[in-house]
């Protein structure tokens, strides 16, 4: 159980064009889902917190204009970078929290390029 | 100052041994959680294992054990006896109790590599 799916698992796009990035919960639902960049060799860092049914909440330094997070049911959010350029460049992960455990587990990851 | 410290960035182990992963945290939070994940090179976040706050007794999941120290604010992983796909880079984090939201604080990682 628990599990979290992630599309696309990669993708690479021209800079100035926008990319749109799925995280669904298979067999749970979930009230919150999280979004995270991660740089070769780094840790996670969190770029927002999305709920279903209202708005996200960024973390500091993070352009909400330019990552879009829509929560539009208990187990689907995406993240749409728009605009995309070369720095955008990284992988993407997201998270669904499990109520009843308070754990969150992670999809597999979107490495996004743009060139 | 740092939430979640790893201090190992790498760490070699023979196959079929055992491995301690540290991780020391801080907060003032009396009430939080621990987190142990492993991410392959496919870049795959796995849940290994989580130890509560109040927890009396360690997290034991498998091969995987949390050795929680609370006076300590330590949460080492211990790994027993190594795998060859245990090859992966671990990562401690905590939830602390006041953020609502259930944010993880992540620590910068450590890269296990098993050796056969």
């Known amino acids: 159980g628990a599990v979290v799916s992630q599309h696309p698992s990669w993708v690479i796009c021209k800079s100035g064009t926008s990319v749109k990035i799925e995280c669904r919960s298979l067999?749970?639902?979930?009230?919150?889902m999280f979004w995270y960049r991660q740089f070769p060799k780094q840790s996670l860092m969190l770029m927002a917190t999305?709920?279903?049914?209202?708005?996200?909440?960024?973390e500091q330094g993070v352009e909400k204009d330019k990552f879009l997070i829509n929560h539009a049911s208990l187990t689907l959010s995406t993240l749409t970078v728009t605009s995309a350029h070369p720095e955008d460049s990284s992988f993407y992960i997201c998270?669904?929290?499990?109520?009843?455990?308070?754990?969150?587990?992670f999809g597999p990851g979107t490495r996004l390029t743009v060139l | 100052a740092q939430k979640i410290t790893q201090t190992q960035p790498g760490m070699f182990v023979q196959e079929k041994e055992a491995v301690t992963l540290d991780c020391t945290y801080d907060?003032?939070?009396?009430?939080?959680?621990l987190f142990w994940y492993k991410q392959p090179s496919s870049g795959e976040m796995i849940f290994l294992i989580y130890?509560?706050?109040?927890?009396?007794q360690n997290a034991t999941e498998g091969r995987y054990s949390l050795n929680f120290q609370k006076a300590r604010k330590s949460a080492n992983l211990v790994i027993s006896a190594s795998q060859l796909g245990d090859s992966a880079m671990y990562f401690c984090?905590?939830?602390?109790?006041?953020?609502?939201?259930?944010?993880?604080?992540f620590g910068s990682g450590t890269q296990l590599t098993v050796l056969p």
């Open positions: 998270s669904a929290r499990l109520a009843t455990t308070d754990t969150q587990y």
């Open positions: 067999d749970f639902q979930a009230t919150t």
């Open positions: 130890q509560g706050s109040y927890d009396q």
């Open positions: 907060t003032s939070d009396p009430s939080y959680g």
């Open positions: 999305s709920n279903e049914g209202s708005k996200a909440t960024y």
């Open positions: 984090a905590m939830r602390e109790g006041r953020r609502s939201a259930r944010q993880l604080t």
